[in-house]
């Protein structure tokens, strides 16, 4: 449930709601959005210091005094950013706020990208401890001898990385600050929302156990009666961002190497403003192969989309919090192939299938299974339990909000 959508229910019950985020551009100002005052905390673009955790936000002050001229009384924080992070929950604190987090991405517990992949070998606990997260960090960027890994990071533990963070890798300041966030946010937050339950987890693993568990949910979408067990063949579709992170290329990769001939996969996506190079590689790569590129489509036409195929896939190569797509997959009654950067959602061979991204053809043997078994997608179908509407969610949140 995006935080849109939590601030439309919460006005329409009553309350007054303000969307603040931060901006660079000095002249933009406030406005509405859908009936929303939305609210710019301005500064100037964030330096290297304030991205290192050495210096705290520019834009605090400005923070201040729109909390102040709001006259408000809580503060709810969805996710972190070098522009605002926990030092804003300690300005909300002070100012006599009430104060609520919510982590939307596996980053806030993670240096390396979100990826919670432990030395490139294991699943991370999610619990920041500043050596093994650099330790961590310095073998994903190919350095693979342990003691070399050990010199270097017990070498910035203890040199003056204030004054040498120009010279030296910023990681070990990163995973400093991202240690300092987390104990002001066991400070100064009254209560943590988590949206999955293993990042409530990840919470307690830090330290922060006044936690809230609140799943995700959806507009639930009409779905078309003429659905997927008309089709002819297995249709894959992939919905998501064109970016190396979603692991689209795993899934290509996968259906070149199974030489499947009765999968189609469709990909149901925005055109790319960024990583262009990488999209472009993809386009030349699935000439040979049955895909359909679907761009820009609109909310009815991509429900559409789901609704007619016999898998969603999600090949992701970081961790994600709470993926939407997933939950708009299940109100379609399609199972889902994810991978195992997917938590709590998906559970193998019930609603879906997963794979490991750590374990070579895995993907690769999923499509061999599915084409070798066209009736397993009804079958898993089965299995898909009701999502929750967006209602029930906001309804969660305001009980959470009376009872600060």
Known sequence: MSVLHIAKFLKNHGYTVTIVFPAIDQNISEYKYEGLLVSP???APHTKKELYGLDAPGNLNAFKKLLIDL???????NTLSPLLNSNHLQVAKDLGYKTIFTPRLANNFCINNGSLYLMQNRECNAKVKVKRCLNCNLKSINYKNRFHRYIISNFLSFI?????YNWISPYYNIANAKKRELLLIRKYS?????????VEQAFHQNGIFKTKLILQGIPLPKIPSNGKHTLTKQVITYVGRISKEKGLHLLISAL?????KNIQLNVVAFRPEKEKEYFQELKERSNNLNIEWIF???TDEKFELIAKSSWVCLPTVIREVAPRVVLEAFACKTPVICSNNIKDLVINNFNGLVFNTS??????????????NPELSSELSENIQEVREVSQVGREHLNAYRNL
């Open 296 to 298: 820009d489509p609109k």
């Open 359 to 372: 374990i070579q053809d895995s993907l690769m043997r999923v499509i061999l299974k599915i084409s070798n």
């Open 190 to 198: 009254d209560l943590n929302i988590a949206i999955s339950p293993w």
């Open 41 to 43: 905390v301005t500064s």
């Open 256 to 260: 070149e190497k199974s030489k499947c």
């Open 160 to 164: 003056n990385s204030r004054v040498l």
């Open 71 to 77: 006259k408000g009384n809580i503060f709810h924080l």
